[in-house]
């Protein structure tokens, strides 16, 4: 079993910044990628960056994000990082992390996610 925790939501206004984190923890499991995915009252969750762990392991944005958002990850610690700038109102919404792990396939774990709220 995986647990996934995220932190790092918040209040900003429009044009500032936010770092979301997230850890994967639990034993005897191999990181294959994780990312960030968003989701606002109705409508469907979506990919907004994501990134491979492994030695070539590269990186994926949103179009709405790209030259904003910036996804890193430290191997050591399982975690990954979302450098948000330059934040816009359509910015708003609970950001989700998702860990993909490699183990009789491919399996997905699921944060609870963390609420990001872009004032004008």
């Known amino acids: 079993q995986v647990h996934v925790v995220e932190s790092g939501g918040g209040s900003v206004q429009s044009g500032g910044s936010l770092r979301l984190s997230c850890a994967a923890s639990?034993?005897?499991?191999?990181?294959?990628?994780m990312g960030w995915h968003r989701q606002v009252p109705g409508k469907q969750r979506e990919l907004v960056a994501g990134?491979?762990?492994?030695?070539?392991?590269?990186?994926s944005y949103a179009d709405s994000v790209k030259g904003r958002f910036t996804i890193s990850r430290d191997n050591a610690k399982r975690t990954v990082y979302l450098q948000m700038n330059s934040l816009k109102l359509e910015d708003t919404a609970v950001y989700y992390c998702l860990v993909v792990v490699i183990g009789g396939g491919l399996q997905e774990y699921w944060g609870q996610g963390t609420q990001v709220t872009v004032s004008s």
């Open positions: 990134i491979g762990f492994g030695s070539g392991g590269g990186t």
């Open positions: 639990g034993s005897s499991f191999v990181i294959n990628s």
